[in-house]
């Protein structure tokens, strides 16, 4: 026992580092999920029975899958033993294919992308891709996504399983989609990315605003797929969440209600991570093919990068919106870009904007973008107008916080 | 995490079994929780006798004969699971062979600790 720190310490830290690059390798050479996870778990238990007497391997990841591939062998035997004929698992296991030195057991760092895009397939949906993502890729556990969701644990295990059965049954490929199919399912991987990132941000419902844990999980997930595939618009998120997370501190008061961005201490954006983003949303713009999330991104750089809320440079930001509207016209993009406008050229430019998207009808449930028309209409002097929006957004936003500051709003106008 | 996970037997099915399939039903559920036991899984667990039911009445303790829910499938045994998720204890459970003669029921053990010291505080707080 000449090993300098405690075997369970290491494998503590080995779990934590390495549990989803091995439980990834092992979905690969398993074919199945559950099985991965199980023969993962021994692995990491013959680790602890063996290492104090034998020291640990020098490759301890490869250690742990070959490990776990040995188990998974001995299970299958087991199980053929109490019933269960071969099956897909079986032959998946068995496989024709020569043994390679290690028996195959080199982790790749395709495999944990393969993991991501496997998780985040469109054909799951939406819930079960982020529930699925959040296990398997971050390691979170079942009651944890729970809490973070505001479901029951059972809820979140139906949903779980019944991703993985699907995964099963429509066989999908354990796969990194090819060039033809990459930008589609790439989009798919960001949405979910920024759907983690978004929960976390702003809580759906319930008292507080920010459950910092998720958008740190959105984040983590972020920095991995833009190291294993540095495509633009994954950089783009990347800058995005870095410049939002950036501002966590200043975003609320300390009794907890919302400060606005004209508002904020700007001495308590987080430097590090605006610093980390720059160099994210650069390598993106640099690339000449700016997606959603990179614009996006730059608007938030240039709010980030100006010292003081006088020095915005609505302008550009402006443009970017210009180009952002191009590129997906949805109403909620539409709204942003009349901020912006009113910002540059008054409050009457931007309640004509306004005024347009909810004449469509779109955004009519939307409180921000009643609450955006009630600025405008206060800073024209047009204060029955002003007080009539402020009701309506009050009415229809869920947030106490969002609340608490329109009723702020409201109060002020008498 | 530790899960109690309850084992109900389809009396029905069961009494339809020859003997030797008995058996061999038998034998594979422990084999299975020896597994349990050699993969760190198992907390515990015992195979249960029926039920005697006592319910407080007007200031009276009753006892009564059976189970408090009439049903016909028996509570056959329960197992304590440690698992890292629900999920987890889920997979494990799909894979007992028991899962295949009744219905199983699993429960998070809930860390009791907080509620015991509180109720600490009320029980020093009222001398």
Known sequence: ?414 | MKYVCFGYLDTESWGKLPPSEQNAMIDRCFAYDDVLRKNGHWAGGEGLQGATTLSYREGKVTVSDGPYAETKELLGGFLILEARDLNQAIQLISNHPGIRMGRWEIRAVEDMGPMIEESERRRAGGK
């Not at chain 1, 899958?65 to 199980?79: E, H, M, N, P, Y």
């Not at chain 1, 296991?93 to 982790?107: K, N, S, Y």
């Not at chain 1, 644990?153 to 990459?182: C, D, F, H």
Request: aromatic fraction near 6%; include cysteine.
């Open chain 1, 1 to 414: 026992m000449a090993s300098p720190e405690p075997i369970p310490l290491v494998l503590d830290a080995l779990y934590r580092g390495e549990s989803r690059q091995v439980l990834a390798t092992l979905i690969r050479l398993l074919g199945d999920f559950d099985a991965a996870e199980e023969a993962m778990h021994e692995a990491f238990r013959a680790a602890l029975e063996q290492w104090p007497v034998e020291g640990v391997p020098a490759r301890p990841r490869a250690w742990l899958v070959s490990t776990g591939r040995f188990k998974a062998i001995d299970a299958l035997r087991r199980r053929a033993k109490f019933e269960a004929p071969l099956d897909a698992l079986g032959e998946a296991l068995l496989p024709a294919e020569p043994e390679e030195p290690d028996g195959g057991v080199e982790t790749l760092p395709d495999d944990r992308l393969r993991l991501v895009f496997t998780c985040c397939h469109p054909l799951l949906g939406t819930e079960a891709c982020v529930a699925l993502t959040l296990r398997e890729v971050c390691g979170l556990t079942t009651e944890e996504i729970a809490r973070a969701f505001l479901v029951a644990p059972s809820t979140m295990a139906q949903r779980i399983v019944r991703a993985k059965a699907k995964i099963r049954n429509e066989g999908l490929p354990y796969e990194v989609p090819g060039a033809a199919e990459l930008p589609g399912r790439l989009e798919a991987v960001l949405q979910v990315i920024y759907l983690v990132f978004n929960e976390g941000y702003s809580a759906s419902s319930g008292q507080a605003v920010t459950r910092t844990d998720l958008s740190g999980e959105a984040i983590r997930l972020g920095r991995l797929l833009a190291a294993l595939l540095p495509a633009p618009e994954v950089h783009g998120l990347l800058a995005l969440m870095l410049f939002h997370e950036s501002r966590r501190a200043a975003r609320t008061s300390p009794s907890g209600d919302l400060v606005l961005l004209a508002d904020q201490d700007r001495s308590l954006w987080n430097r590090a991570l605006i610093q980390e983003g720059s160099g994210q949303v650069a390598r993106a713009l640099g690339s000449r093919r700016a997606g959603r999330y990179t614009l996006e991104a730059a608007i938030a750089a240039a709010h980030a990068r100006a010292p003081g809320f006088e020095a915005t440079p609505w302008g550009r930001i402006v443009g970017f919106y210009e180009l952002l509207v191009r590129l997906d016209p949805s109403p909620v993009i539409r709204l942003n870009r009349a901020v912006a406008v009113a910002f540059r050229d008054g409050p009457g430019a931007g309640l004509a904007l306004v005024d347009g998207i909810l004449e469509g009808g779109e955004l009519a449930t939307y409180h921000l973008a009643h609450s955006a028309r009630a600025d405008f209409c206060r800073q024209l002097g047009r204060m029955d107008d002003a007080r009539a929006s402020y009701r309506t957004a009050l009415s229809l936003a869920r947030q106490d916080p969002e609340r608490r500051f329109l009723e702020g709003r409201l109060e002020a106008l008498g």
